[in-house]
């Protein structure tokens, strides 16, 4: 006669499965201490570009746009307006001098400013874009001198 032994109960499947609640805590810990590092980061970069595209317009396309102009020209422009729309005074204007004919603005969306004669170029013009902080003669400005 065999004796029957007794079948152990079987944990349900539901039990073995799955996360603990310790280790989504320390997945979300570690994503946590991930995203402060690298989102300074990235912040740094995108306004180090836009400080970067604005020497570039400045040292670039207007400068090389105002050079045209005062060589068709013999003078230099009174305003940047009259790189788009020729003056009386200018009757070799071969302009407009950007395409498409609109003034560019810096990558914080405001114009870049002009002057003529500069104040820190008094024999020529000083152009500058007043930078992330919107006023004009702080240490963030971007200028041509």
Same mark, same amino acid.
């Given at each position: 006669m065999k004796i029957p032994i007794p079948s152990r109960p079987q944990s349900s499947r539901s039990s073995q499965s799955g996360f603990t &609640?310790?280790?989504i805590m320390l997945v979300v810990v570690i994503i946590g201490i991930l995203a402060? &590092?690298?989102i300074p980061k990235i912040a740094g970069s995108s306004e180090r570009a836009r400080v970067t595209a604005a020497e570039?317009?400045? /040292?670039g396309g207007i400068k090389s746009a105002i050079g045209q102009y005062e060589v068709d020209n013999g003078f230099y422009p009174k305003s940047l307006q009259d790189l788009i729309v020729q003056p009386p005074n200018a009757r070799n204007w071969h302009? +407009?001098?950007?395409? +498409? +004919? /609109? &003034? +560019?603005?810096d990558p914080w969306g405001n114009p870049y400013v002009y002057y003529f004669p500069g104040k820190?170029?008094?024999t020529s013009y000083d152009l500058l874009s007043i930078g992330p902080d919107q006023r004009e003669g702080t240490e963030d400005d971007i200028g041509n001198w």
């Open positions: &609640l310790t280790e402060a &590092l690298v570039a317009d400045i /040292k302009g +407009p001098y950007f395409d +498409p +004919p /609109k &003034l +560019p603005v820190h170029n008094p």
